[in-house]
Structures are given as structure tokens and as C-alpha cells.
């Protein structure tokens, strides 16, 4: 069974829990885990943090984030994929192995810890960036949900 849903929401800072949350609700209907659910957050917020302080540096009123999620359940219901699309349409980022390596930032003078790229990596399945100078970023990212649950049934299964 397939659900989607798509979210545009102005890129301000106020927004970004809202975002956070509105994916961890999306995501329930694979039946994820407190721990899966908690990394899906991690994740969205880092990202939608980018296109806020980073995409949009001279922040104005229609300045966006769309947030597309496509969510696949699988017949037995025990486990599912999330697939989760950020975009911004601000300044781009004209150097993207550069951007993702660990600790690399341009806002250093700012708090910013440089691994929002690697968080995003570490806590999902699947990762990927596209980015064009002065049109955008998208990200892509994937998580499996349920796959631990779903292979111990199996195990109990065939024990
Ligand atoms: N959506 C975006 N638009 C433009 N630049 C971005 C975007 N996301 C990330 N970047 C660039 O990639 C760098 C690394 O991002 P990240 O790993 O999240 O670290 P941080 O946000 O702490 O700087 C940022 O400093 C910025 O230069
Ligand atoms: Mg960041």
C-alpha cells in the first residue's frame, strides 16, 4: 500500500519543528518505532534547517521549503520504506562533495557545527543531493522502517 503526501511551508525558523513533526506524523502510518521515528526527525530538521539559514541567507516573504513524502507499506504491514524529498529554490551549493564532507561549513562564525550533511547519513538508509547555483537544492533521503521487527518474526517463523 502507497501513501504520499506533499507540505510547502515558508522557510522561516519558526517553521521548522512544524516540519519535523508533520513528517513524524506522515511516517506513522508505516508503523515505525519510537528509535526510527526519532532518526526521521533528526534528519528532516537538519535539512530544513539548511534551507532556512543556509538557502535563503537574505530570508525574504516567499522564500519556501516543499517537502514531498512517499510512503510504501508492505503487505504484511511489519515494514515499509520512507522516502522524503527537501527542496529550497535559493542560492545552491556550487561545491557538493565539498558541502557533505564532515565539519565543512560557510557559516562557521555561526554556531554551525558543520555535520548537518553527515547527521542526515548516519540517521537515514539513503542520502543523496542535487543542487544547482542560484536555483536550488534537493534533498533526497530513504529510511527502512521496521526491518528489525519484520526479520524477527521471520526468525520466530522459522525457528
Ligand atoms: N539548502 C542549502 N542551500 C545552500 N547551501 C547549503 C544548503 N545546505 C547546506 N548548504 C551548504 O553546505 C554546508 C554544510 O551543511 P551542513 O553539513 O548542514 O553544515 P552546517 O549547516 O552546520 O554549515 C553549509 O555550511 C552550506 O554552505
Ligand atoms: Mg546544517
Known sequence: MNNYMKLELAAIGENESFARSAVAAFALFLNPSLTELSDIKTAVSEAVTNCIVHAYRQGKEGDKIVIECRACLCPDALHGTLHIEITDY???????????????????????????????????????????????TKVKMVKKIGIEAADEVEKRANA
Not at 102 to 116: I, K
Open 90 to 136: 535559493g542560492c545552491g551549493i556550487d561545491d557538493l562533495e565539498r558541502a557533505i564532507a564532515p565539519f565543512y561549513t560557510t557559516l562557521g562564525d555561526e554556531e554551525r557545527s558543520g555535520m548537518g550533511f553527515t547527521i542526515m547519513q548516519t540517521f537515514m538508509d539513503d542520502f543523496s543531493v542535487e543542487s544547482e547555483r542560484g536555483r536550488g
